[in-house]
């Protein structure tokens, strides 16, 4: 893909790392990898910014440094995203 005059708009002042994931992110790619976000209805993914790779791995990270233990059912709280996406898209 080519990076367009429309696309580079509004990003002067930015830093050259924000910069590039803007841009990226306008391109419907990830801004971590680069590789397409896949933002369609039909299967759409939790994560904004991120491809879905990126996204689940930084959700474990977070969960690892925070100590969090993974949602169980019959516990409180509500279910998490993967399998409200799942029950949607059947």
Do not use: H
């Amino acid at each position: 893909m080519r990076v367009t005059a429309e696309i580079k708009a509004g990003t002067e002042g930015l830093s050259r790392q924000t910069r590039y994931k803007v841009i990226r992110f306008r391109m419907g790619r990830c801004i971590n990898c680069d590789q397409p976000r896949d933002p369609s209805p039909t299967s759409p993914s939790p994560y904004k910014r991120l491809c879905v790779t990126c996204g689940t791995s930084k959700k474990k990270k977070k969960r690892k440094e925070r100590g969090s233990k993974p949602w169980k059912p019959g516990s409180p709280g509500r279910p998490p995203l993967k399998s409200q996406i799942e029950t949607r898209t059947k």
